[in-house]
């Protein structure tokens, strides 16, 4: 299975942020309040509408080249991609296991409030990733 599938996209602005549509895969659309926000929803939309036709074992459309598409007052193209397998794994929550050492107090203390490791490690991560 192929697993980076990079198509172009077409933004245009609306009122408040920005819609996207892909040309090559009809009705796979997104948009977002602010062009960051409409990149990584528009990664997300890529990414279900492929699932989808690798699943259901369609076809997957070949992306026109960039400089084959026309766009028209303030659209703009932008190159999406996505890896489907981490794609796949994130949108199924896949867990690893994960063997780690902390002093004791922390543990009798975190056991003392029942906190959930695996929780807590996992709210830490995600909060640290999101601040890079």
């Known amino acids: 299975m192929k697993r980076h599938y990079v198509y172009p996209a077409i933004f245009y602005p609306e009122d408040i942020g920005y819609s996207v549509f892909f040309p090559d895969l009809k009705g796979c659309q997104s948009q977002g309040d602010s062009l960051e926000e409409a990149s990584l929803k528009a990664q997300e939309a890529l990414g279900v509408y492929l699932e989808c036709l690798i699943d259901d074992e369609k076809s997957v459309p070949q992306p026109t080249p960039p400089h084959s598409l026309t766009v028209s007052g303030n659209e703009f193209i932008a190159m999406i991609s996505v890896d489907i397998v981490v794609y796949k794994d994130k949108a199924a929550g896949k867990a690893v296991k994960k063997t780690l050492t902390i002093p004791s107090w922390h543990n ?25």
Do not use: D, P
């Not at 203390?109 to 999101?130: M, R």
């Open 108 to 132: 009798e203390e975190a056991e003392k409030y029942h906190l959930n490791f695996s929780s807590v490690l996992k709210e830490a991560l995600i909060e640290k990733i999101s601040n890079k």
